[in-house]
């Protein structure tokens, strides 16, 4: 049942809008709308129950074990969203005056260090609005840098093929050319391809690392050096800080810039899809090119910088400073573990995944990479199962949610073929992680019994399988009132 | 665990890593606080920032906020979703989603949009993109001065790179909207696409009839950059002009959405049917699952970055699924005779308030042109100690033009809501008067009349 199918006409809520005031004589009619819009006629009851009915079709890290792989989802701890919800917080204006926001300030510096901390870097600002955001940020500095200096003949961005979308994508956005690197076969960015690639058209690298096949680059320090010997520059997507946070750091491995997607490493909700938070680090070099504003601190008092305290910055991302309560959520988060508890993450995130991996190869899964350590998530591949039985990855994941587990991320990286990328976080248990072993195990099983049982799932859910093919021909995208 | 993987230590499982960037020492991270001792700490400093009577609109909207919308916002099933790749999993994000789509469609008139963008700037950014895209040749794109002077900014800095030339054109002096004697002067020009904004910066109502059949004819799009709340009682988007604008974004934030400093908020996007395959961002449809019962899922991700890498239409990837969420239960808590009450008193209290301060002697009202729910002034004393004496008397009065708009002097733009009562303008009113016969006083005449 849609929201629209519960309106009756002339059904209002007169406790939650104003009174009614008269129709504007002073707005000519030109100016006016003719019809009001298609808008619910409903009880705040019918209201509440219809959605709070919707947040139940839903799985979620609150009510189930959500091992989406490349996105880190752990427990998000509840006094961060109570304490963001603070109303002096809540009622403050952006445009207000600094002056009347010294304590929330006063929190976005103290982010704003312990993130340049973490991660090595020499300045943070904390606008980007999303992870791919702060990756446009870092890739928009890189040319701001290169401009600056007049070496306009960089034309490329590198990014490994087994790269997060976002990156090639980002690249181009900033008006980049992308030229892929392979990967070997032990996991890595293949080295004499990468010398290859690099010159005087390079204008910088885009790297995961881990990376997103779950594995430490170990020639990281090669890389850093091949790309700044051709006078290019080293980005850090920061998707997979959570599996080295408080035990390497990115600007130690030599990277000039980095976004951190503090809705993975420091558990701000997904909230369905966002919002997200994108913080860029900068080093040195990039320092003064970092997107507006930045917190600083002053004697008298903690204050937003504008264009005329960093002239060549690349400009503003956002309509106001960036997603101010997500980092309140991510501040919380981060004084609640202080240095101990992150390193304490990046520990007990590798630990899982690499039990979890051990128990899977036990349970007779084929890792991708075998002769690896896994990080924080590892892949599995589905071919041999595929081919014995032509149950496929997304099938499993399907069948998963059947026995009460989110699927893992399926068919990424693409050049694993039906890959499981697989990553469990710090906070599960090792009886959740011993439970999903078990499911999976199963799930294998039924696959070499009755593969339509798998092929057909899921069987539980609100909906069964959908049509998403049909999604896209017949585009439904707005409810009509018929 | 160990046991199981054989080794000794958890420190052994980082053994890849090269040994020279192991062994970090956090000096600068403070140690760990219990719940108790956060707690304390921020309540402390939230009551530190204090409360003020807000006049600010520029951008971000005080309204009331049910008290049912966050209370369901924040359920764990929401919150703690991601984006509903596993759409039987996830039918409860989709369906809200899909809601959303449907109540934005009809309150802006037009056909599609999609799933959200990161705020109205961001989303001006991608419009303008958007537009160039569907225009292939024509990189010109008319920004009036009248829009937001951050998203325009903002708009800068995400399409520099594309080698789109984005021209500003003036406003009108008097009636503080988007001349059209100005738009003239790109006549036999190729431009992309003109910007609409709705009301503008200034309160101030445009031309947006003649501003889209303008762009029509001259071959270019009409991006509409609207408020939501304002759309209740104002004509929409896609009823502008002859055919209506092509394109409308706008920042959801007076959708349910607290100021909050500036964030979460969230970008709107809508767009006629022939342009969906150019639009950035998630889409939900409604489909079929294997038993022929209604169902959603995204859709269109052909257009998106995780699928077409280099070749997307943006790099975004999540939208803002939490704040939109709150933004539908809003809408559906209101319904159109609710957001039209919001709307008609906002545009009331605004009047009111304008009448109450240009009574007073050294304010002016800056321009003739029709307002929604905010206004410009002209002071003949400087802004900023105005603000200055304001803000010492609990109010912060509105938002100093001076930075932006240096040529319309000492001026400042003020906004009143639903929020403000009548109690609360005549306070403003007092206070401005009293600061400004402080302030101000009217220049000794020149010839003293001889008696």
């Keep these: ?482 | 665990m160990l046991q199981a993987l054989g080794v000794g230590s958890i420190e052994a499982l980082f053994d890849e890593i090269p040994a020279a960037l192991r062994g970090v020492r956090l000096n600068d991270v403070p140690p760990a606080l219990t719940e108790m001792e956060v707690s304390r700490l921020m309540r402390e400093r939230a009551e530190a920032d204090g409360t003020y009577l807000n006049f600010i609109g520029a951008g971000a909207y005080e309204h009331h906020v049910p008290a049912a919308i966050w209370q369901i916002a924040t359920r764990g099933e929401f919150y703690s979703s991601y984006t509903p790749y596993q759409a039987e999993a996830s039918q409860g994000t989709l369906q809200v989603l899909y809601e959303y789509q449907s109540m934005m469609a009809s309150l802006l008139a037009l056909d599609v949009t999609n799933a959200s963008l990161y705020d109205g700037a961001s989303a001006l950014a991608e419009a303008v993109l958007m537009a160039v895209r569907a225009q292939r040749s024509a990189k010109r794109v008319l920004l009036p001065r009248s829009v937001h002077p951050v998203w325009r900014k903002v708009a800068r800095t995400i399409t520099r790179n594309h080698g789109i030339e984005l021209t500003e054109v003036g406003y009108d002096a008097d009636a503080g909207h988007t001349s059209l004697p100005a738009l003239e002067n790109f006549k036999g020009e190729e431009i992309a696409a003109v910007v609409v904004p709705q009301p503008n910066f200034f309160g101030v109502l445009e031309p947006a009839d003649e501003l889209v059949d303008w762009a029509h004819a001259h071959g270019a799009l009409a991006i509409a950059a609207v408020n939501p709340t304002a759309l209740a009682i104002l004509k929409p988007p896609g009823s502008w002009g002859t055919t209506g604008a092509d394109i409308a974004i706008g920042d959801g934030q007076p959708l349910g959405v607290p100021l909050a400093s500036g964030g979460p908020y969230f970008g709107f996007m809508a767009c006629r049917k022939a342009l969906v395959r150019q639009m950035p961002g998630r889409i939900v449809g409604a489909t079929r699952d294997s038993e022929g019962r209604r169902g959603y899922t995204l859709t269109l991700q052909a257009r998106e970055q995780h699928i077409r890498r280099s070749k997307a239409t943006s790099n975004i990837c999540t939208n803002q699924g939490l704040v939109v969420t709150a933004a539908t239960i809003y809408l559906a808590l209101l319904g159109a005779d609710g957001l039209a009450r919001v709307a008609r008193a906002s545009h009331a209290n605004a009047m009111t308030l304008l009448a109450a301060l240009t009574r007073v002697d050294g304010v002016e009202r800056a321009f003739s042109g029709s307002q929604f729910h905010e206004f410009v002034l002209r002071l003949k004393t400087p802004v900023t100690p105005v603000l200055e004496a304001l803000k010492a008397r609990g109010i912060i009065g509105g938002f100093d033009l001076g930075h932006d708009f240096p040529e319309l002097g000492d001026a400042l733009l003020v906004c009143a809501t639903e929020t403000k009562t009548d109690a609360d303008i005549m306070r403003y009113a007092e206070s401005m008067e009293s600061i400004i016969a402080r302030r101000y006083r009217p220049a000794p005449c020149a010839v003293r009349p001889s008696s």
């Design chain 1, 1 to 482: 049942m849609l929201i629209f199918e519960l309106s009756r006409p002339g059904r209002v809520n007169r406790s939650q809008a104003p009174g009614d005031a008269p129709e504007p004589r002073d707005i000519p009619q030109r100016f006016l709308r003719a019809r009001p819009p298609l808008l619910p006629e409903a009880s705040e009851l019918d209201v509440v129950r219809h959605y709070t009915s919707l947040s139940q079709r839903n799985f979620s890290i609150d009510t189930h074990f959500y091992p989406l792989g490349s996105c880190t989802m752990k427990y998000n701890p509840r006094a961060c969203n109570a304490l963001a919800l603070l109303p002096q917080f809540l009622a403050r204006h952006p445009g207000a005056p600094d002056d009347t926001g010294q304590g929330f300030l006063a929190c976005l510096f103290e982010l704003q260090e312990m993130l340049k901390e973490v991660t090595g870097m020499a300045a943070v600002s904390l606008a980007p609005m999303a992870g791919a955001q702060g990756e446009f940020a870092g890739v928009a500095m890189i040319r701001a840098y290169h401009d600056a200096h007049g070496d306009t003949e960089r034309s490329e961005i590198l990014v490994p093929d087994a790269a997060h979308g976002t990156n090639p994508a980002t690249a181009v956005m900033c008006g980049y050319g992308v030229r892929e690197i392979p990967t070997d076969g032990d996991g890595n960015v293949d080295l004499p391809a990468l010398k290859r690639a690099v010159g005087a058209h390079t204008a910088g690298l885009m790297l995961t690392n881990p990376s997103t096949l779950g594995v430490f680059e170990h020639s990281i320090l090669d890389i850093g050096k091949v790309v700044h010997d051709a006078g290019g520059l080293l980005y850090y997507d920061g998707a997979n800080l959570n599996a080295i946070l408080a035990k390497v750091r990115p600007g130690d491995m030599g990277f000039d810039a980095i976004h951190i997607n503090l809705h993975k490493t420091f558990s701000t909700p997904h909230g369905g899809g966002g919002p997200g938070a994108g913080p860029v680090g900068a080093g040195a070099r990039l320092a003064p090119f970092l997107p507006l504003p930045i917190v600083c601190g002053r004697d008298e008092g903690y204050r937003l910088q504008d264009e005329r305290d960093l002239p060549l910055s690349i400009g503003r991302l956002a309509a106001h400073a960036g997603n101010a309560g997500v980092l309140l959520r991510a501040y919380v988060y981060m004084r609640l573990l202080g240095a101990e508890g992150m390193r304490r993450v990046a520990d007990f995130a590798t630990l899982n995944a690499n039990y979890l991996l051990a128990e899977l190869v036990k349970a007779g899964f084929d890792a991708a990479f075998p002769q690896r350590r896994a990080s924080h998530e590892f892949i599995l591949t589905l071919k041999r199962l595929k081919d014995e039985t032509g149950v496929t990855a997304a099938d499993v994941a399907k069948r998963l949610l059947d026995k009460g587990f989110h699927a893992p991320t399926v068919y990424f990286p693409q050049l694993v073929p039906e890959c499981l990328l697989i990553e469990p976080t710090e906070t599960e248990s090792k009886q959740t992680l011993d439970a999903f072993v078990a499911a999976l195990r199963e799930v294998a099983a039924e696959a070499r019994a009755s593969p339509d049982l798998v092929k057909s799932a899921p069987h539980t859910t609100p909906v069964r399988r959908l049509d998403e093919v049909r999604a896209a021909r017949e585009l439904d995208l707005t409810w009509k009132s018929v």
